[in-house]
């Protein structure tokens, strides 16, 4: 079994910055690739950042420039760093991993997604 933990989300005002931060773990964890998602109720969940096992990172056209993502893949834990934040960023926050788990004939595929964290950004 794999456990997301997200952390890091809160209130913050126009302009401040947050960091999240998203732990996996697990038997035989093989961590590729690491992204943080936003939904706002009623709406789809739209990709912020993404990290691959190698360092490659993508991001959104809407926080580049303002966000940046990495990695610690002893800790197979993701942070992403927001700055300038709007209003309209606000949004419950998810970790989405993809890799792989267990051993040998038990190995098995990954796609999970944490409990979410929420973001308010307001005065």
């Known amino acids: 079994q794999v456990q997301l933990v997200e952390s890091g989300g809160g209130l913050v005002q126009p302009g401040g910055s947050l960091r999240l931060s998203c732990a996996a773990s697990g038997s035989m964890l093989s961590v590729n690739t690491m992204t943080w998602y936003r939904q706002t109720p009623g709406k789809g969940r739209e990709l912020v950042a993404g990290?691959?096992?190698?360092?490659?990172?993508n991001f959104a056209d809407s926080v580049k420039g303002r966000c940046t993502i990495s990695r610690d893949n002893v800790k197979n834990t993701v942070y992403l760093q927001m700055n300038s934040l709007k209003p309209e960023e606000t949004d419950v926050y998810y970790c989405?991993?993809?890799?792989?788990?267990?051993?040998?004939?038990?190995?098995?595929?990954?796609?999970?997604w944490g409990q979410g964290t929420r973001v308010t950004v307001s005065s």
């Open positions: 990290i691959t096992s190698t360092g490659i990172t």
């Open positions: 989405n991993v993809r890799g792989t788990y267990g051993l040998g004939l038990g190995r098995t595929d990954l796609f999970s």
